[in-house]
């Protein structure tokens, strides 16, 4: 049944069981890393080096709409593609003002080199676009219109993914209209669901249009993290706690952070590396595999969605490695069971107005580190010990503790659903990363 243009779900129980039905089995990082790639557990997870056999995300492109992305990080040399500052603020796309988008496009293309990020889709290509925060509203004059500018601008660009690891409380009306556009020109848009749950879990944006893939985000051990917002908006989950992210002001120096803007990107790079596994696939294909293809319980009735896990955790390997999952209509969302536009990935064309996708040349200048302010809960980080980027000269950094542990708990066959009670304030500022 279809209500709302979003299809509806019962509410799994208290005791619901996601089964990991291929081993999702990751590794207890240590105290202190040489590199980022070894605190990435969720590729162990998720069987990346299985997965990159036969995809690696090559002829895909995903444009990530954020803080701007630096091109001249090692992990992401030749991965960078022009794309657009819609902010309109101080310098340009290239210019990451916190280092949330550079560290978003590192978890989805990012190659690993020198100590960098290793992406689940290193094959494909981002294209960055540049919006504002409330922080940076507050101190620069931008453009009021720039997330739904960025949306319209990266569907009509060659990307066929757009991720969205940022959210506000405010529905807006623009802001609709450009995610159904995008979906009209066959793009697949993923946003975090928001990190809320437990301080009023109020519906976020534009994660919760009916448009878009809201993405929930998931611990170690396959648990819904309790940061993580619920209800009907929500459509799949992906690992989002204990990721290694920027931490320092000059991108050198990664932390384990938690948040759905992590979720969101581990989800885009799952749609990437199984797009580019099957390039003849519209979005709506590869978005269909992901829900049929995902973890679920045992407990799990065939056809319900969970408020917090949607159609379960992402499994691309499942379908890579495996064949599971069914693509079916190519021209029909599972989303909204109505009728899109788009092509196959092969085929999709920019349009003449969009910026063009040529290798970003620009000379970014270093970036603030991201503080809680800018990016709570994502910008704090799990613990005081930073893991060592290439150019790591200090490990002092230090913030609040998070959501997730260091333990080294990991995914195994079994994860319980957790259920949020508690009703707080919710933080009154316009956007925020998810």
């Not at 922080?135 to 990307?159: C, G, H, R, W, Y």
């Amino acid at each position: 049944m279809i209500e709302g243009g979003r299809l509806r779900r019962a509410l799994l129980g208290t005791t619901a069981t996601v089964v990991l039905a291929t081993a999702l089995v990751g590794v207890a990082p240590t105290a202190v890393a040489a590199d980022a790639r070894s605190q990435q557990w969720y590729l162990d997870a998720m069987k990346a080096e299985e997965i990159w056999k036969k995809a690696t995300g090559k002829g895909i492109t995903v444009a990530v709409i954020d803080s701007g992305v630096d091109p001249d990080r090692p992990s992401l040399k030749g991965k960078v593609l022009k794309g657009w500052d819609a902010a309109e603020a101080k310098g340009d796309e290239t210019d990451d003002y916190d280092g949330h988008g550079t560290t978003i496009a590192e978890l989805i293309v990012g190659s690993g080199a020198q100590g960098g990020l290793r992406g689940l889709a290193p094959d494909a290509k981002v294209i960055p676009y540049r919006v504002s925060n409330t922080e940076l509203q507050n101190e620069q004059t931008v453009n009021a219109f720039d997330m739904s500018e960025a949306i319209k601008a990266a569907a009509d660009s060659p990307a066929q993914i757009i991720n969205i690891s940022m959210a506000s409380d405010y529905y807006s009306e623009e802001g609709r209209a450009a995610i159904q556009y995008a979906l009209q020109k066959g793009k697949l848009v993923f946003a975090g669901a928001g990190n809320n749950a437990a301080k009023g879990n109020k519906e976020q944006y534009p994660a919760s249009y009916p448009e878009t893939i809201a993405v929930a985000a998931t611990d170690r051990d396959g648990s819904v993290a309790d940061y993580s917002q619920h209800g009907e908006a929500i459509d799949i989950a992906a690992p989002g706690t204990d990721i290694p992210v920027y931490c320092d002001k000059s991108l050198t120096k990664y932390c384990p952070s938690y948040g759905t803007s992590f979720s969101t990107a581990i989800a885009s790079a799952s749609a990437a590396v199984i797009w580019s596994a099957h390039p003849d696939w519209t979005g709506n294909q590869v978005l269909r595999v992901m829900f049929d293809s995902a973890a679920r319980g045992d407990g799990w009735e065939p056809g319900t969605v969970s408020n917090y896990l949607g159609h379960g955790i992402v499994r691309p390997n499942a379908n890579i490695s495996r064949n599971e999952g069914n693509p079916g209509d190519a021209n029909i969302s599972p989303l909204t069971n109505k009728p899109t536009g788009g092509s196959a990935a092969g085929s999709a064309t920019p349009s003449a107005t969009a910026p063009s996708a040529t290798a970003s040349s620009g000379t970014p200048t270093a970036a603030p580190s991201a503080t809680a302010s800018t990016q709570a809960p994502d910008g704090k980080q799990t613990s005081g010990t930073p893991v060592a980027g290439s150019n790591e000269t200090s490990a002092s950094d230090t913030s609040d503790s998070g959501g997730g542990s260091n333990t080294g708990i990991i995914i195994g066959a079994v994860a319980a659903v957790i259920v949020l009670a508690g009703v707080g304030v919710v933080i009154a500022r316009r956007r925020r990363t998810a």
